[in-house]
């Protein structure tokens, strides 16, 4: 397990949520959290619209685009730590002692792989500050967050509340059982309600898997409840979370069970699109 969380902020309306989780994560946990926001590839002018100009005029339009992109890309710069300096006030306010922030060019993913080595999960927000509301559009960014981090993600939802029950998906496979061990062994878990659900046709060995899931939790000092539900797990998964009583969702996100393959491909993304909890996703 890491010693410290990261937290990926991108100015949007979900970055006030991503700090306020982290901030809660972490003083449950005792980590320190690292703040990173990234300028992707979109936040980098590149302006050329001299092809057909003129040579006379050409390079004083060169020289003007060359200045325009020069003070943009200073703004996003300035912006970038206007976001930081915020994160790291929600932070503080929010009981956490040692925050460090870091402003960062490239690809997120690229970036993201260089401090993860030692965080013990990433916090982010459903949707970023490019994705389409109308459209309830989750950011690319999200997904390809999750299908590379080899640490847990914690996905903010738009508000922030106290988790006090979680709902583990349970399928048996190794991404639930890490999930299990996790949620054992970290602080983060100690006095919170929690329910294990294994959705679909109940067999013998579903049902071994359970109670050996059950009784690690139970191990742990956890209040922990465990039972089989038949049918389809997104739609079972949905009316429990609607239903509400549940603060999280945690489930594995990779694999070729039914239910971690609802991460891959378009039921990943309505699967965390209509969750208004926050979800944590294990591979």
């Not at 190794?174 to 996790?182: E, L």
Request: glycine share 10%; with cysteine.
């Amino acid at each position: 397990m890491g010693n410290k969380l990261v937290a990926l902020v991108d100015g949007s309306i979900y970055s006030k949520s991503v700090c306020e989780n982290a901030a809660w994560l972490a003083r449950r946990a005792g980590t320190p959290v690292e703040v990173l926001h990234v300028l992707g590839r979109r936040d980098v002018p590149v302006t050329d619209l001299s092809g057909s100009i003129a040579l006379g005029a050409r390079s004083a339009l060169l020289a003007d685009l060359a200045e325009l992109d020069e003070r943009r890309a200073k703004l996003s710069q300035q912006k970038g730590r206007a976001i930081l300096e915020d994160a790291k006030a929600i932070l503080t306010e929010g009981g956490v002692a040692d925050v460090s922030t870091r402003l960062m060019n490239g690809d997120i993913v690229e970036t993201l792989g260089d401090f993860e080595a030692d965080a013990e999960l990433i916090v982010i927000g459903k949707r970023g500050e490019g994705a389409d509301f109308a459209k309830m559009h989750l950011g690319s960014n999200l997904e390809r967050v999750v299908r590379s981090s080899k640490r847990p993600v914690f996905v903010a939802a738009r508000g922030f509340s106290e988790i006090g029950s979680v709902l583990v998906a349970f399928d048996g496979g190794p991404s639930a059982m890490k999930a299990v061990d996790y949620i054992a062994t970290s602080p983060v878990f100690a006095g919170v309600s929690i329910r294990l659900l294994t959705v679909g046709n109940e067999s013998a060995e579903a049902a071994a898997k359970l109670e050996s899931a059950r009784a690690r939790l139970a191990a742990a000092r956890l209040d922990v409840t465990a039972g089989i539900q038949p049918g389809q797990p997104e739609t079972v998964i949905a009316d429990i979370v609607e239903q509400g009583g549940v603060d999280l969702l945690v489930m594995g996100a990779y694999g070729h069970s039914r239910i971690r393959s609802l991460f891959i491909g378009s039921t990943t993304s309505e699967m965390i699109r209509s969750c208004k909890i926050p979800v944590l996703l294990f591979r």
